[in-house]
């Protein structure tokens, strides 16, 4: 079996072995334990069901503070059955969207690039063994044809690129991907097609491989836990495979701050336990990475349990409603309140059209197969959803240009913005100007120069038409702020940026 770097070869079994470090596990736990502790998330959700409105009335005062929320006042959140009470949840979560994040969307795509994998998930369509599955591992070739396609012809600035853990996708395999993607420059139309920003959806890993992403110029690395729960966890996750130890997934974000990735995303995918539980699990892995490292998690991803194939689905108990998983991001909304918060495709139009003042990042013009968006830009007749590839079956599959028509139409301006990590405001230092408000100035600029871009770029004339107008009514709002929010000098700086940008100049921004 070749290894991802091509240079050597191991056998699958000696890989797996040779993956999960425990001394890179015992240093995080606490008397040997690690920061869940399921008996105690239990009781405090039990005890704090059935709160009076007057103290959620509190919780919700004490959220536009913008600070991680306490346990008992998250258990109390998730405990609101009343639909007037999780109405006034709602509108808080769209408030505190609005001041921390305006009304930006960001968009991305996510690009697979290998189906093999050495874990047998029980929900996961690419788990081992699964024989419905065509495996494959693209080549560095076909992962920059993906991208091209991503860049060029949909006009995608932001990728999460997702692996199976497998020796064949090891940490050099997935360095050089990113290293390919970065390297695309496509002259297109009267601008470039580029990614700019590479985040990463892969399995946990060790510390030296993690710094392998990082001189990679990693954007934000993904790893959800799945379940919080210990026993759900070992449920799902069969003992004897690298997924199934949970200490060594619970603690991948702390091994990545320690090899200098201080952008990190948790989630859960919902539906394995308790929707209650999972929220208050991401709470307490936010608040770990906080303690420790003085900064959470960059942004939070719910996914919910979709079919796959040739996946037996009838185990599960815990499956979320369309009521409670509308609420539950609200309730995440307000909990980790500085943390973007993703929703994608997996949902469809109508869950993500009703979420959309809340949330700040959805996926568009998304092809899960591997090798897919290659294949659907050369065939026209190409099926978008093709089972015996794909990790799971999408809800929403419209074109980027019909996602951004719709999200502005609804007065949502997509930021193509990846300014914040390419000019070093991430971590610590991008968490504070969350907090208090003030990144948001800057992302306000950048969204409008960004957008100006894609839709000099990239938009069908329907879309630039209704883009236009929106970028209108943004540069109208920034004007009223001056000289509150911006000053005169740095209005006038991004009034010759803007208009630079009509005249072709590219990537300009705060
Ligand atoms: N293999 C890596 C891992 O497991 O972390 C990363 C890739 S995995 C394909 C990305 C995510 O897909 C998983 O973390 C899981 O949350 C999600 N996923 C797996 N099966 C799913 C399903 N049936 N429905 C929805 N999401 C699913
Ligand atoms: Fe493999 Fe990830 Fe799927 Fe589990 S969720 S089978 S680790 S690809």
New binding site residues.
């Given amino acids: 079996m070749k290894d991802g770097t091509g240079t050597g070869t191991v056998s699958v079994k000696d890989w797996v072995k040779a993956q999960i470090k425990q001394d890179e596990i015992t240093p995080y736990l606490e008397n040997g334990r690690d920061f869940i502790d399921d008996e105690k998330i239990e009781t405090s959700i039990r005890e704090n069901a059935g709160a009076e409105a007057e103290r959620i009335r509190a919780i919700i005062r004490k959220a536009y503070d913008i600070k991680l929320m306490d346990d008992a006042d998250v258990a109390a959140l998730v405990g609101v059955t009343d639909p007037g009470l999780r109405n006034e949840v709602f509108e808080a979560a769209k408030e505190i969207k609005k001041k921390v994040y305006d009304s930006r969307i960001v968009t991305f795509a996510p690009l697979?690039c290998g189906s093999k994998?050495v874990?047998s998930?029980r929900?996961?369509?690419?788990r081992s063994g699964n024989e419905a599955i065509t495996r494959r591992v693209l080549t560095m070739d076909e992962i920059e044809s993906e991208a091209r396609v991503l860049a060029s012809r949909i006009g995608h600035k932001r990728l999460v690129v997702?692996?199976?853990?497998h020796p064949e996708t090891d940490a050099d395999y997935i360095a050089e991907s990113m290293r390919r993607i970065y390297s695309i420059k496509d002259r297109v139309r009267n601008g470039v097609g580029e990614i700019r920003r590479v985040n990463v959806?892969?399995?946990?890993m060790s510390i030296a491989d993690l710094k392998k992403l990082h001189e990679a110029g990693i954007g934000t690395y993904q790893?959800?836990q799945?379940t919080y729960h210990h026993d759900t966890y070992r449920k799902v996750h069969p003992e004897k495979t690298l997924?199934g130890n949970f200490q060594w997934r619970l603690y991948a974000l702390h091994r990545a701050m320690d090899a200098g990735i201080d952008d990190v995303a948790v989630?859960a995918?919902f539906g394995l336990s308790d929707w209650k539980f999972e929220v208050m699990g991401l709470v307490a892995h936010a608040r770990d990475l906080e303690k420790r490292f003085g900064l959470g998690p960059h942004t939070v991803s719910v996914?919910?349990?979709?079919?796959?194939a040739d996946?037996d689905f009838s185990w599960v108990e815990n499956r979320v409603s369309d009521d409670d998983f509308h609420y539950l991001v609200a309730v995440l909304r307000l909990a980790i309140p500085y943390a973007g918060l993703i929703v994608t495709n997996?949902e469809s139009p109508e869950m993500i059209r009703s979420l959309m003042d809340i949330i700040t990042q959805r996926d568009a013009d998304t092809r899960v197969g591997i090798g897919s968006y290659t294949d659907a830009f050369s065939d026209e007749n190409s099926d978008m959803q093709e089972e015996e590839r794909q990790?799971?079956i999408l809800g929403d599959t419209r074109s980027l240009d019909a996602i951004i028509r719709e999200l502005a139409e609804h007065g949502h301006i997509v930021s193509f913005c990846t300014a914040g990590y390419r000019c070093g405001r991430t971590g610590k230092k991008i968490m504070t100007l969350l907090e208090s408000g003030r990144e948001g100035c800057f992302c306000k600029l950048n969204a409008v120069l960004t957008f100006q871009e894609w839709l000099e770029d990239f938009a069908s004339p329907e879309t630039k038409k209704i883009g236009d107008e929106m970028i209108r009514t943004e540069i109208d709002e920034i004007k009223a702020r001056v000289p509150a929010d911006f000053s005169q000098a740095v209005f006038d700086h991004f009034t010759a940026a803007y208009e630079k940008i009509k005249a072709g100049e590219r990537d300009l921004y705060f």
């Fill in positions: 697979y994998c874990n998930c929900y996961c369509g690419f997702v692996y199976g853990e959806n892969a399995a946990p790893v959800f799945e997924k989630g995918l996914p919910r349990l979709e079919p796959a996946t997996r990790q799971f």
